[in-house]
């Protein structure tokens, strides 16, 4: 078992430091919004709760691309893979235009939501540039995907790290209005975001374009412009279950985040902090996931069910190990966690007291993860879906908001029913797999 893991830890380890790049960026917006004050922060925690859900239902469709071109990796058919490519472009390119037109649509229903006065008035600039950064966004992680189904997961890592600094300088400039800039505010850290992705997703299609490891899935530009429904069609079937998987999970998450926010900013800023480290945690989980995916949909190319139980059950140990170092560190640190996003000591003592949670459902979050790779290297991606719904909604949301405002837990409430979605989530999933591959 160990000597699966050893062989998945490679392809690991530079998705794990992409992701976790990743939510980086978004958490040098928070810490720096933080010290505006917890207006700012709540307003961004408002519309990063918005914005979540039609940003995951984008990125979810993507991670059906790598299993993809990993099954056709292991059957030896580049002609497929380069279909993938061209297609999936496509599919990024309508994709991303819809969920930015669809949310500049719904900008008029922000103050409709039930916030605070003060930060639903310093949402909407924010927003509309979050908004339009998911176009972008969902060209370079196709691309990434793509990428990472051939194994080459280090080029998405390396744009992922590069793009750090680049937005914390861009943060620094506009949010804090220095080398002469006027002072954007909250705004500022949207149009930081925005310029991230976008010189993120030329670089990546630069580089899958012109670099040579890529050359044998290139096909002339006839093909390239070219859609092909079956393709557009195959690469939907895993996607949009998949996106349906990742939505439901985040916009429990989000929707949470925005009824906390009728208890007032401070519950809202602390749930921001609390979540924001969860996340942090959560991004090595999905690394290990994806990479998961991509071996146990090779070994599914090639036939290998044993092979697809090994990598399963080794990944799933590996997670489990990484997942009480993450409660350790929780437990350990929780009353300075807090510090890095915010200093006003209401919001800095409640945030300590929801990591005591998020330090719970640690392993419950890191399996549930890696189960729903591991089901969609088999393609098995539909019983799943109905699995993560019935763990979040009709079992963990319900249970959090009653006992947040019918029993009055205050926002704690709310963090007990993630840790209970979560635990359900995990054993389905996981029980599954181990049961189909026995």
Not at 43 to 60: D, L, M, R, T, W
Not at 276 to 301: E, P, Y
Not at 383 to 404: E, F, N, Q, R, S
Request: hydrophobic letters at 55%; proline letters at 4%.
């Amino acid at each position: 078992m160990f000597k699966e893991f050893k062989n998945t830890l490679p392809l690991a380890i530079p998705l794990i430091l992409s992701n976790i790049t990743q939510m980086l960026l978004h958490l040098t917006d928070s810490a720096m919004v933080g010290y505006l004050g917890h207006i700012e922060l709540a307003a961004s925690s408002f519309v990063n709760n918005v914005v979540i859900i039609p940003q995951v239902i984008g990125s979810g469709i993507t991670l059906a691309l790598s299993p993809l071109v990993a099954f056709a990796l292991g059957q030896n058919d580049s002609n497929k893979i380069s279909k993938y490519l061209y297609n999936s472009i496509w599919l990024s390119l309508i994709v991303g235009l819809i969920l930015v037109v669809s949310l500049f649509l719904l900008t008029p229903m922000l103050g409709q939501m039930g916030q605070q006065a003060e930060v639903a008035a310093m949402a909407p600039k924010y927003y509309q540039l979050m908004a339009a950064s998911l176009f972008p966004m969902m060209v370079f992680l196709m691309l990434k995907q793509f990428s990472d189904g051939l194994e080459y997961t280090k080029t998405g890592m390396v744009i992922s790290l590069v793009a750090l600094p680049v937005n914390a300088f861009l943060c620094w400039l506009f949010i804090f209005g220095n080398l002469g800039l006027p002072k954007l505010g909250l705004a500022g850290a949207g149009l930081a975001t925005l310029i991230t992705r976008t010189l993120q997703a030329i670089v990546m299609f630069i580089i899958v374009m012109k670099h040579p490891i890529y050359k044998p899935y290139l096909r002339k530009f006839s093909e390239a412009v070219k859609i092909s429904k079956a393709n557009i069609k195959e690469i939907l079937s895993i996607g949009i279950p998949s996106s349906l998987q990742l939505t439901m999970e985040s916009a429990a998450f989000a929707i949470s985040g925005i009824l906390i926010g009728h208890l007032g900013a401070v519950s809202q800023a602390a749930h921001q902090i609390a979540l924001n480290c969860a996340s942090l945690t959560f991004m090595a989980s999905v690394g290990l996931s994806t990479a998961a995916s991509i071996r146990v949909s090779n070994a599914f190319g090639h036939g290998n069910k044993p092979l697809m139980r090994a990598i399963g059950k080794s990944v799933l140990l590996g997670g489990l190990v990484y997942s009480i170092i993450c409660i350790v560190v929780f437990v350990a640190f929780k009353n300075q966690l807090p510090l890095i996003f915010n200093h006003e000591p209401e919001v800095v003592a409640l945030a300590a007291g929801l990591l005591l949670l998020a330090a719970i459902f640690q392993i419950s979050d890191a399996t549930q993860a890696i189960g729903v790779g591991l089901l969609r290297g088999m393609k098995d991606v539909k019983k799943p879906t109905l699995y993560v719904m019935i763990a979040y909604w009709i079992i963990g949301i319900p249970l959090g908001y009653i006992l947040t405002f019918k029993m009055n837990f205050g926002v704690q409430g709310m963090w007990i029913g993630f840790v209970t979605g979560l635990t359900i989530s995990s054993l389905f999933l996981n029980t599954r797999f181990l049961r189909k591959t026995k």
